[in-house]
Nanobody, 127 residues
Framework: QVQLVESGGGSVQAGGSLRLSCAAF????????MGWFRQAPGKEREGVAR????????YYADSVKGRFTISLDNAKNTLYLQMNSLKPEDTGVYYC????????????????????WGQGTQVTVSS
């Protein structure tokens, strides 16, 4: 029903910037919120950031706070993640996800509360 397609991943040196995009297709109704997750080798998937579709509220994991910015262009049905001051520990596969759960669930950042997922895009940060 809903398809999410990520783009913008790649390799960058520490301190650099990258912007990820997530285009949504085929949805009948708007999701409540969207978010970005990442999974580093040997580690569990973690929520990076999420944003309410109305654009009023957002949340960031402590590890990226102050460096990453999540935004949503409703007209384009596209979610963005601007990543600045990248660190090697930011390396991983980044996934875009959409949730139809209430904000209180979306903001918690649990994978089970997100209903649709993209295939992921690799981000590699070297030192």
């Amino acid at each position: 029903q809903v398809q999410l397609v990520e783009s913008g991943g790649g390799s960058v040196q520490a301190g650099g910037s990258l912007r990820l995009s997530c285009a949504a297709f085929g949805h009948t109704y708007s999701s409540n919120c969207m978010g970005w997750f990442r999974q580093a080798p040997g580690k569990e998937r973690e929520g990076v950031a999420r944003i309410e579709n109305g654009g009023g509220r957002s949340y960031y994991a402590d590890s990226v706070k102050g460096r990453f910015t999540i935004s949503l262009d409703n007209a384009k049905n596209t979610l963005y993640l601007q990543m600045n001051s990248l660190k090697p520990e930011d390396t991983g596969v980044y996934y875009c996800a959409a949730s139809y759960r209430p904000w209180t669930r979306c903001v918690a950042g649990q994978s089970a509360d997100y209903d649709y997922w993209g295939q992921g895009t690799q981000v590699t940060v070297s030192s």
